[in-house]
């Protein structure tokens, strides 16, 4: 009986599937973080492009309507979201400092520069819901994607 229970515990035989149980756990949550994270910033840089393209569609005098209807609607579609959810700013700055209306003018011997930006909001729902850094009492994380150009 002794000689077996020796034999037993020199055996080292299937060490490498218990090892393999214990660290399998790790990996798998590992992987599937990263994928997460891979399909967050996917969509970050969809919004991102969304606002650009749609920006560029309607400097480019594609726009029917008026250009702050226009690039909140393109930017919506585009980014496959509700109207709601874009934000169109437009601002006018007199030697850098920004001026209470766009359609003013500056004081004659002040630099003059249009601006006009577009701001989209999308909410994100990671595969597993875990309440960490901004997540909402949901799981769910707000992100945005914001493109602005001078146009003048």
């Given at each position: 009986m002794?000689?077996?229970l020796?034999?037993?515990?020199?055996d080292?035989?299937?060490?490498?599937?218990?090892?393999?149980a214990l660290?399998?756990?790790?990996?798998?949550?590992m992987?599937i973080?990263?994928?997460?994270?891979?399909?967050?910033?996917?969509?970050?840089?969809?919004?991102?492009?969304?606002?650009?393209?749609s920006?560029?569609?309607?400097?480019?005098?594609q726009?029917t309507?008026t250009?702050?209807?226009?690039?909140?609607?393109?930017?919506?579609?585009?980014?496959?979201?509700?109207?709601?959810?874009?934000?169109?700013?437009?601002?006018?700055e007199?030697?850098?400092?920004?001026?209470?209306?766009?359609d003013?003018?500056c004081?004659?011997?002040?630099?003059?520069r249009r601006?006009?930006?577009?701001h989209?909001?999308?909410?994100f729902?990671?595969?597993?819901?875990?309440?960490?850094g901004?997540?909402?009492?949901n799981?769910n994380?707000?992100l945005?994607g914001k493109?602005?150009?001078?146009i003048?």
């Amino acid at each position: 009986m002794m000689m077996t229970l020796n034999r037993l515990l020199r055996d080292d035989r299937g060490a490498a599937i218990i090892e393999l149980a214990l660290a399998a756990p790790v990996f798998a949550v590992m992987i599937i973080g990263m994928s997460d994270m891979a399909r967050a910033y996917s969509t970050k840089l969809q919004l991102e492009q969304a606002s650009q393209r749609s920006i560029e569609k309607v400097m480019n005098g594609q726009a029917t309507t008026t250009v702050a209807e226009a690039l909140k609607t393109e930017a919506a579609t585009t980014a496959g979201v509700p109207e709601s959810q874009v934000t169109v700013d437009y601002w006018l700055e007199c030697d850098g400092a920004r001026a209470a209306s766009y359609d003013s003018g500056c004081n004659p011997g002040q630099v003059q520069r249009r601006y006009m930006s577009v701001h989209i909001s999308k909410i994100f729902t990671p595969m597993f819901k875990i309440k960490f850094g901004a997540a909402k009492a949901n799981g769910n994380y707000t992100l945005y994607g914001k493109t602005s150009v001078r146009i003048q």
